[in-house]
């Protein structure tokens, strides 16, 4: 866990290089093992037990001694889900990983559509830990220096600097990997992505699960653009293939 102490320059160039991480988790022997296997491979963790604790962290990450906001936020399930869908609708796009217990599992898709990015099912090894919270990291760091200014397609049209979307005139809420798979076909018009290339693109390679978790991305990405999303006119399976738009 982070110490005043230990704000040297060279600890914040490190921890600069490295990333910071909030971990909210209310077991303690999880806490322990979870914020010292981070700290290990060099990242800042700031550590909280309670939701109630973390939100003058979330809200004013650059208070906490280091000058650079949160680059990833891990949340047990306890707290997760009400603290996802409070950031999403405040326009923070922080990576946000869920792990909670096995019983939990099959609501994990509660914790994806509320704005989480990932969720990891307790017990899991630290090897598979530290592969998702790397990923989830990467992923927030691609540069988009060469964004355009804004992609359209029909009635949809994407401002990849601001992170928004209108369908016809009116802004549309989207998770981040929902704006992320939008943005993604919208670049490529008519391109025909699998399962597969979608994962490493926007899930990334470090990624382990099951390659469903596209679909049902893509179904919720069709009931907030579709009239009908049973017969979509963006998001089109190509059956044998995967998915393209238009």
Same mark, same amino acid.
Not at 102 to 125: H, I, R, V, W
Not at 233 to 244: D, K, L, P
């Given at each position: 866990m982070f110490s005043p102490e230990l704000s040297t320059s060279s600890y914040r160039s490190n921890v600069r290089a490295q990333g910071q991480i909030l971990l909210l988790e209310n077991e303690q022997p999880w806490r322990e093992i979870l914020s010292l296997a981070l700290e290990e491979q060099g990242y800042r963790v700031i550590v909280v037990s309670d939701g109630r604790d973390a939100l003058p962290t979330i809200q004013n990450p650059t208070s906490s001694f280091v000058e650079f906001p949160l680059n990833l936020m891990i949340m047990d399930s306890i707290n997760g889900l009400d603290l996802c869908r409070m950031l999403r609708h405040q326009g923070n796009s922080?990576?946000?990983?869920?792990?909670?217990?096995?019983?939990?599992?099959?609501?994990?898709?509660?914790?994806?559509?509320?704005?989480? %990015?990932?969720?990891?099912?307790?017990?899991?090894?630290?090897?598979?830990?530290l592969a998702r919270c790397r990923a989830l990291m990467r992923r927030q760091r691609l540069p988009e220096l060469s964004a355009p200014v804004m992609l359209q397609y029909k009635d949809v049209i994407l401002y990849p600097e601001e992170?928004?979307?209108?369908?016809?005139?009116?802004?549309?809420?989207?998770?981040?990997?929902?704006?992320?798979?939008?943005?993604?076909?919208?670049?490529?018009?008519?391109?025909?992505?699998?399962?597969?290339?979608?994962?490493?693109?926007?899930?990334?390679?470090?990624?382990?699960?099951?390659?469903?978790? #596209? %679909?049902?991305?893509?179904?919720?990405?069709?009931?907030?653009?579709?009239?009908?999303?049973?017969?979509?006119?963006?998001?089109?399976? #190509?059956?044998?293939?995967?998915?393209?738009?238009?």
């Open positions: 922080v990576p946000i990983l869920i792990i909670g217990l096995q019983e939990s599992a099959n609501n994990s898709a509660f914790y994806l559509e509320a704005g989480a %990015d990932d969720y990891l099912t307790k017990p899991f090894g630290i090897r598979e830990f992170c928004r979307v209108l369908l016809r005139g009116e802004e549309v809420k989207l998770s981040p990997k929902q704006f992320r798979l939008l943005e993604l076909f919208m670049s490529y018009p008519r391109r025909v992505w699998s399962r597969e290339q979608l994962l490493d693109m926007i899930w990334g390679q470090d990624f382990i699960g099951d390659s469903k978790t #596209v %679909d049902v991305h893509i179904r919720w990405l069709r009931e907030k653009l579709e009239i009908n999303p049973s017969k979509p006119e963006y998001i089109i399976t #190509v059956r044998g293939f995967g998915y393209r738009l238009g």
